[in-house]
């Protein structure tokens, strides 16, 4: 199974992609979380992320797209993976494209978690006070989801005329978002 799954910052993406992948048996593959691995590590690829990170922006596409690929060609990810956070502009669409077609592959599904835009931001502020996120803050925030409604928000009508989006509700408790989401996979 080669999954997708998308929503706005704050949707409970992680959260929930962690839960389905686990479930699925499949590697979660998160950019988000790659990016702070190696900006832990001090990496130089980190020290480049964390500049966009910060102020609520993207990462260029060349540098996301190399570090994807590389992740995707280990091993753990033949039988499949669940992308967390990629692909988010039409560049990284082209390139998930080029990536499968080039190794015979093809997507299952992409998810879409829906919520709205208030119920999203105090969920941001809420795992600001949880986690000590650095992008975390109002204002960054605020860009975080004008930069994904600009950008990615798009994505999803690509996928939606491939025949492969699935709109699930992401409000309310993580267990109950599970459930429909694997529901949802299961049609
Ligand atoms: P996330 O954990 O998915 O919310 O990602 C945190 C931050 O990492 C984003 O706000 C971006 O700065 C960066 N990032 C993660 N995935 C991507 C991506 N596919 N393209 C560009 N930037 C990304």
Redesign the pocket.
Known sequence: MRLIVMGP?GAG??TQATVVAANLGIPHV????L?RANVGQGSELGLE?KR??DA????PDSI?NAMLRDRITHDDCRPGFLL??????LD?VNELDMMLAASGQALDRTVELTVDTDEVVERLLKRAQDQGRT?DTAEVIRR?LEVYAEQTAPLTAVYEGRGLLVRVDGLGDVAEVTRRILAALAN
Not at 30 to 33: E, L, N
Not at 84 to 89: A, E, K, L, M
């Open positions: 910052p993406k992680g998160s950019t988000g979380d990016f992320a966009y990170m609520g922006e993207y990462v996301t967390d956070g990629y692909p988010r502009t990284q992008d975080r």
